[in-house]
């Protein structure tokens, strides 16, 4: 791609543009935490079937689109709330925020939890507090029928369906467009780290699997890049957006439905006159938008809101609902604090490193070897000192998180001995969130 094609310095100016250049009086938090549905023998449920009792206890918007032949309720929609139907039919995503601060967010993540299992209880299904479906298999038949995952289906292939059965904690932290290249480097960087405080789905086809954070392992198939940690550091926003630029673009929405691309969206977007033609700036930047969704880093900023999205945790245990979020957002918060560590611990490319722990740390949780010594445990006092800095006692949220590395054992760890030892129906009523309300 010749620099006088100039799409890399128009998109990037773009998407800088959609951040804020400055923060409100405390940086606020937001989630997308996805929850598996299933059946009391464990098979994943039908999110389909929540809309009724969900829409029925009023202040909910429903949402419509196109689906197989016929109108699918996609989402219902309520103030700072939104409950959605994801990839796999088995899981319910809700989208949570923006919060002040995480008590907010506790208040309200709550007030939603005990609406969705109210609704799955009425249907006699269970919503878990794990990062995938502890029995159901991936399948074309567990996805939802809507129409750009089928065509993101054709496009991609069998890998696309680990989507069908995967529930992460996604957490959103504001950010300023300052901030943006320190935070996607810095937050990819971490993502080991996150990973091993927070694998938890280690079970799945009603077997013990391999890897703590099963969730990871399989999504992996993804792409090494595409899925997981960025490549290296990126020295600037221009050279981010080039990397971005450089996959092969999927699939991009038109009048009639999906066009399938399948070639690099650069070399599409200049095919097609991104780079020479200026009116239609805003129609090829929405684009990269779609196309850019569907590059799933660890952490990636989210130009819509202005936030770094923090992506490595599993939906986490009932009894740690926020411990992930509390996680991500101390991070942000000791960014500087936290690169001059791993800086001075690890060295001035610490790129490799990291990535090699990432991978163990997918496999053995916090039983993986450590990139130095107390690295773990200094990592997590930097971020208790983020969290404390803002003055709301947030730290305590991070207790699960210093429990479970005094233990050497990751969520996942103990659902795996707990379906060895005690079997599946244990495993998911440990994993059940919550009693109706």
């Known amino acids: 791609m010749a620099p006088s094609d100039g799409l890399v310095e128009a998109l990037a100016e773009?998407?800088?543009?959609?951040?804020?250049?400055?923060?409100?009086?405390l940086r606020q938090i937001g989630r997308?935490?996805?929850?598996?549905?299933?059946?009391?023998?464990?098979?994943?449920?039908?999110?389909?079937?929540?809309?009724?009792?969900?829409?029925?206890?009023?202040?909910?918007?429903?949402?419509?689109?196109?689906?197989?032949?016929?109108?699918?309720?996609?989402?219902?929609?309520?103030?700072?709330?939104?409950?959605?139907?994801?990839?796999?039919?088995?899981?319910?995503?809700?989208?949570?925020?923006?919060?002040?601060?995480?008590?907010?967010?506790?208040?309200?993540?709550?007030?939603?939890?005990?609406?969705?299992?109210?609704?799955?209880?009425?249907?006699?299904?269970?919503?878990?507090?794990?990062?995938?479906?502890?029995?159901?298999?991936p399948s074309p038949g567990l996805m939802t029928p809507r129409r750009h995952y089928q065509a993101l289906l054709g496009?991609?292939?069998?890998?696309?369906?680990?989507?069908?059965?995967?529930?992460?904690?996604?957490?959103?932290?504001?950010?300023?467009r300052r901030e943006l290249l320190a935070a996607v480097n810095g937050m990819n960087l971490l993502a080991g780290f996150v990973t091993a405080l927070c694998a938890n789905s280690s079970v799945h086809g009603g077997r013990p699997g391999r890897h703590l954070s099963g969730r990871e392992a399989l999504l992996g198939a993804l792409g090494e890049h595409r899925y997981g940690m960025t490549p290296g550091r990126f020295d600037s926003v221009d050279a981010l957006i080039a990397q971005l630029i450089s996959y092969p673009?999927?699939?991009?929405?038109?009048?009639?439905?999906?066009r399938r691309v399948q070639e690099p969206f650069?070399?599409?977007?200049?095919?097609?006159?991104?780079?020479?033609?200026?009116?239609?700036?805003?129609?090829?930047?929405?684009?990269?938008?779609?196309?850019?969704?569907?590059?799933?880093?660890?952490?990636?900023?989210?130009a819509q809101y202005s936030t770094i999205e923090v992506r490595p945790a599993c939906q986490q245990p009932p009894a740690a609902p926020l411990a992930a979020c509390a996680l991500a957002l101390g991070l942000v918060e000791a960014l500087p604090e936290v690169m001059a560590f791993v800086g001075d611990r690890i060295g001035k490319d610490p790129w490799p490193v990291m990535s090699r722990y990432r991978k163990v740390?997918?496999?053995?949780?916090?039983?993986?070897?450590?990139?130095?010594?107390?690295?773990l445990s200094s990592l997590l006092h930097l971020a208790e000192a983020g969290l404390a800095r803002r003055g709301r006692g947030e730290e305590s949220f991070l207790a699960p998180l210093w429990e479970r590395l005094a233990r050497r054992e990751s969520p996942g760890e103990t659902a795996r001995e707990t379906l060895r030892n005690r079997g599946l129906d244990t495993l998911i009523g440990e994993l059940r969130l919550g009693a109706a309300q």
């Not at 740390?361 to 690295?375: D, M, N, S, T, V």
Request: contains cysteine.
């Open 14 to 25: 773009a998407y800088l543009a959609r951040f804020r250049q400055e923060l409100g009086p």
């Open 32 to 137: 997308e935490a996805e929850y598996p549905l299933v059946w009391a023998d464990g098979r994943a449920g039908n999110a389909g079937l929540l809309w009724e009792p969900l829409l029925e206890e009023g202040g909910l918007v429903p949402r419509f689109e196109q689906g197989d032949g016929a109108q699918l309720l996609v989402e219902a929609q309520g103030e700072r709330v939104r409950f959605s139907v994801e990839v796999g039919r088995g899981t319910i995503e809700l989208s949570l925020g923006p919060c002040q601060d995480l008590w907010e967010l506790e208040r309200l993540s709550g007030a939603a939890l005990a609406r969705l299992i109210r609704a799955a209880t009425t249907c006699g299904m269970s919503v878990l507090g794990f990062g995938i479906q502890p029995r159901t298999r």
């Open 155 to 176: 496009a991609i292939g069998q890998a696309w369906l680990g989507l069908t059965t995967t529930a992460s904690d996604q957490v959103h932290v504001d950010i300023t």
């Open 249 to 258: 673009c999927y699939v991009l929405p038109e009048a009639e439905g999906f």
């Open 266 to 302: 650069a070399a599409y977007a200049l095919q097609h006159g991104a780079g020479r033609v200026t009116d239609d700036a805003g129609r090829w930047f929405e684009a990269f938008l779609w196309h850019e969704h569907y590059v799933w880093n660890m952490a990636r900023g989210r």
């Open 361 to 375: 740390a997918i496999r053995r949780g916090l039983k993986a070897r450590e990139p130095a010594p107390e690295f």
